[in-house]
């Protein structure tokens, strides 16, 4: 089954400056394993030590965020497009007072 992942411009240098690839998996844990097996340290930049989806990474599933669904164990079919995207820290107005 494949699967369209699309990779966010920091990542694209670990695949080969591609902003998509297409890999094969039932959930998104497998999904993260067999990047890495292709990209070489893709894994580590998505998730910890433990196994967890880094915090400052969010990933989605034909726009749901996993941590909403069923988190790495999410399902994937055929067909579905996983989109990669570093979470954006800020809070400030620029230029002007909130």
């Known amino acids: 089954m494949s699967i369209t992942v699309r ?3 920091p990542l694209r240098g670990i695949t080969r400056n591609q902003d998509a690839v297409t890999a094969e998996a039932a959930d998104i ?3 993260i394993a067999n990047l890495e097996e292709s990209y ?3 894994a580590a930049r998505l998730v910890d030590e433990k196994g967890e989806l880094r915090r400052f990474v969010n990933v989605f599933v034909n726009g ?3 941590r909403f669904l069923q988190g790495l ?3 994937l079919q055929a067909g579905d ?3 990669i995207v570093p979470a954006v ?3 400030g107005v ?3 007072r909130s």
């Open 64 to 66: 749901e965020d996993v």
């Open 73 to 75: 164990q999410t399902a």
């Open 81 to 83: 497009e996983v989109s």
């Open 7 to 9: 990779i966010p411009t």
């Open 40 to 42: 070489a340290g893709i």
């Open 89 to 91: 820290a800020g809070g």
């Open 94 to 96: 620029a230029g002007g």
């Open 29 to 31: 844990e497998t999904l």
